[in-house]
């Protein structure tokens, strides 16, 4: 099986920064061939992409509302999934949840995706 670990959330003023990061395990020596992303939930709404990565060769993709603001990265040598946010915005608040799966044909629905971490909290206000 695969552990996802989630940390770095917390409460921050709007123009902000933060680092998520997520901590992958497994009974494997290398996570080739997988695909890990990022996303959000806002209370009362659905899951929502954020940004994905290839986890040999890092290609990243975002959804559209990112505009620029967000940086998702990996540590293979650390197992370590990031995500820098800067320019945060109060909209931006959510548990943030990073997820896994096998194969990198790039997908964004959260149902694509097999292996979830527990989520960590961002809100953004004054």
């Known amino acids: 099986q695969v552990q996802l670990v989630e940390s770095g959330g917390g409460l921050v003023q709007p123009g902000d920064s933060l680092r998520l990061s997520c901590d992958v395990s497994?009974?494997?020596?290398?996570?080739?061939?997988?695909?890990v992303g990022w996303f959000r939930q806002a209370p009362g709404q659905g899951r929502e992409f954020v940004a994905t990565i290839t986890w040999s060769g890092g290609y990243v993709y975002y959804a559209d509302f990112v505009g620029g603001r967000f940086t998702i990265s990996r540590d293979i040598a650390e197992n370590m999934v990031y995500l820098q946010m800067n320019g945060l915005k109060p909209e931006d608040t959510a548990v943030y949840y990073c997820a896994a799966k096998q194969r990198v044909p790039l997908v964004t629905a959260p149902s694509e995706y097999d292996y979830w971490g527990q989520g960590t909290q961002v809100t953004v206000s004054s």
């Open positions: 497994g009974r494997r020596r290398t996570f080739s061939g997988w695909r």
